[in-house]
């Protein structure tokens, strides 16, 4: 885990690169994560070359959700977002949480430069993104959205937007966060362009384009842990 009084411009870039993410106020790295079934599940980084996205504002999802108004502001944090967020909280399948304490630290500050993604269907709040921002990269982090209109697909939306943030500013990367080996619950995440995508595989990010399928990545992932236990048992012998 990293230390540090602020995760802001090339400094959040660099820890991003080496793969670490945002975990409430600090950045770290985790190779699994467990459910609230108590399963073990092996994850895999992602990332998005943002320069390799084509046709981004042609998409299906886009076209079909035009008519909602979509602003992007400095953090924020309302009672209105929180309850939207409980209401989205309480319609997923998997345990998922929304406190004020993922965003502000014991000092009622904020640590990254992080920014509120707004979606509205005329005064009705529908849709939150969260994303922090560096010099060259964006994280992506909590997307909630009211799940009467899931037909939309609005959490792909919501990253449609984010993608869109870096190209006007010329980012190179976004940080969406992880897939997970045994389930598709984050495959969501992978819905981009496969030249896009890149995944933290055995120590460096390799092109997803290079695998058939998310399978194919997910055995070259595993690969890491079988030449490592093949050279924990020769230095034993």
């Known amino acids: 885990m990293v230390q540090s009084i602020n995760f802001k411009g090339s400094h959040l870039d660099k820890l991003l690169a080496e793969g670490k993410y945002r975990m409430n106020n600090q950045m770290t790295t985790c190779d699994y994560i467990i459910t609230e079934n108590i399963e073990l599940l092996n994850v895999i980084w992602a990332r998005y070359l943002v320069y390799e996205v084509k046709d981004l504002l042609k998409h299906k999802i886009y076209k079909n959700a035009k008519k909602f108004k979509v602003t992007i502001t400095d953090f924020v944090l309302t009672d209105e977002i929180r309850a939207l967020a409980q209401k989205y909280c309480d319609s ?42 560096g010099l060259d990269a964006i994280m992506g982090l909590k997307n ?32 969406p966060g992880y897939i997970a080996c045994e389930s598709d619950v984050f495959d969501y995440k992978l819905f981009f362009d496969k030249n896009a995508i890149q995944l933290k595989l055995n120590g460096y990010w390799i092109n997803y384009n290079q695998f058939e399928n998310k399978d194919d990545a997910i055995s070259a992932h595993y690969m890491r842990y079988e030449l490592k236990r093949r050279d924990e048992s020769d230095t034993e012998s």
Not at 102 to 114: A, D, K, M, S, V
Not at 147 to 159: F, H, N, T, V
Not at 162 to 168: D, F, N
């Open 92 to 133: 997923r399948k998997i345990e998922v949480t929304f406190e004020d304490t993922y965003f502000l630290n014991e000092e009622n500050i904020n640590p990254f430069e992080t920014k509120t993604l707004l979606v509205h269907d005329g005064d009705k709040l529908i849709a939150v993104g969260y994303f922090d921002e």
């Open 144 to 175: 909630i959205f009211d799940p009467d209109y899931a037909k939309y697909s609005l959490g792909k939306l919501i990253m449609i937007y984010k993608m869109q943030y870096c190209i006007e500013r010329q980012m190179s990367f976004y940080y």
